[in-house]
């Protein structure tokens, strides 16, 4: 069996639930012959994106590679993930949804690291005869898998309902393909998730679905999904709906598609076609057309001629 890297990334209090969690489907993923990497998020200076949106200019343009010029750890977590074949990530629920730092950190990954963006930056250097060094990193273009567990100490589960659709940030980018997740909650009502039998298992669990999609010989077994819970939407498996404003059809925010809804046995079918599943954001023909779109309709300085005079009773108005 080929040897692959498994990076787990927790957004916990240090060795509390999340981090246990985590670690032990590293654990397991070791015990499949696998290497594995460990990172506490929460002890790394990481920063916030401050928008400057250079690393998509730089693309689109041809002149960079997706870098980003603030300088903390974010280096670190950059290398551990070109370096790694599956991604695992906990987080704990903060006021329903992951935590500030787990935003923090999706902001830095995309669009920086989106992988159409990165793929045309990529094969328009080379024809151009360019150094590969001063192109995208081609660890980018790596399958990988990834796997979700989200922690919620409250114990009514709908107090973690932006947790997993929001979580799929951190792999949409770089179109890591989710395999599982789990949502543990009522995490207060036991002391430690290691005193919690059935969770442990779950994760044990998780470990081995992580290990056989790596093992998998086909793309179709690589990213099958091993989830326990099947969820409304077939392609990113939540149970997350929005209605259009014309109400005629739902749309999965995860994924960005749309779905006809009707009612069988008494309970809601959502219908998603296979055009609309491939056009999710979460695969390549879903980020391509915002990426796409992006580079084609984004318009750059000097359009308004007098922007300078509107902007000036903005920018002396007070901040108090
Ligand atoms: C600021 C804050 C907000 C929280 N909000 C929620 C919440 O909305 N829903 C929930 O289920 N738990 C909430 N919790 C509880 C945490 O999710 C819970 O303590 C979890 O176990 C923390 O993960 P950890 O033990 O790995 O650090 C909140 C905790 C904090 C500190």
């Known amino acids: 069996m080929e040897k692959k890297k498994v990076l787990g990334l927790s957004f916990g209090r240090k060795n509390s639930n999340t981090d246990v969690m985590v670690k032990t489907v590293l654990m397991d993923c070791e015990k499949q012959g696998h290497e594995v990497q460990f990172l506490h998020v929460d002890s790394m200076d990481i920063k916030p994106c401050t928008g400057c949106i250079s690393c998509v200019v730089g693309m689109t343009t041809g002149r960079g590679k997706g870098g980003c010029p603030i300088k903390d750890d974010f280096h670190i977590l950059d290398e551990a993930l070109m370096e790694c074949d599956a991604l695992v990530v906990g987080c704990p629920a903060y006021e329903t949804s992951p935590t500030g730092r787990f935003k923090t950190v999706c902001d830095r990954i995309g669009p920086s690291h989106d992988i159409t963006f990165r793929k045309a930056t990529y094969e328009e250097g080379l024809a151009a005869g360019k150094d590969p060094a001063d192109l995208p990193d081609v660890r980018s273009f790596k399958k990988r898998v990834g796997a979700l567990i989200s922690v919620g100490g409250a114990m009514t589960k709908n107090w973690m309902a932006f947790m997993l659709p929001v979580m799929y940030e951190i792999t949409m980018s770089m179109g ?145």
């Open 176 to 320: 890591i393909d989710v395999i599982d997740m789990h949502e543990y909650y009522g995490a207060m009502g036991c002391e430690h998730v290691l005193g919690n039998a059935p969770q442990m298992e779950r994760m044990h669990l998780m470990g081995e679905n992580v290990a056989a999609a790596l093992a998998a010989e086909t793309e179709e077994e690589r990213t099958k999904w091993r989830g326990t819970e099947q969820g409304i939407c077939p392609v990113c498996h939540c149970n997350f709906l929005s209605f259009s404003e014309d109400r005629s059809v739902v749309e999965c925010p995860v994924c960005g598609i749309e779905a006809s809804i009707k009612m069988v046995d008494g309970k809601i079918q959502a219908d998603f076609s296979e055009a609309q599943q491939n056009r999710s954001r979460l695969r390549w023909a879903g980020k391509l057309e915002h990426s796409t779109e992006i580079k084609t309709q984004a318009v750059g300085p000097g359009q308004i001629p007098n922007l300078k005079e509107l902007l000036e009773p903005y920018k002396n108005y007070p901040a108090k």
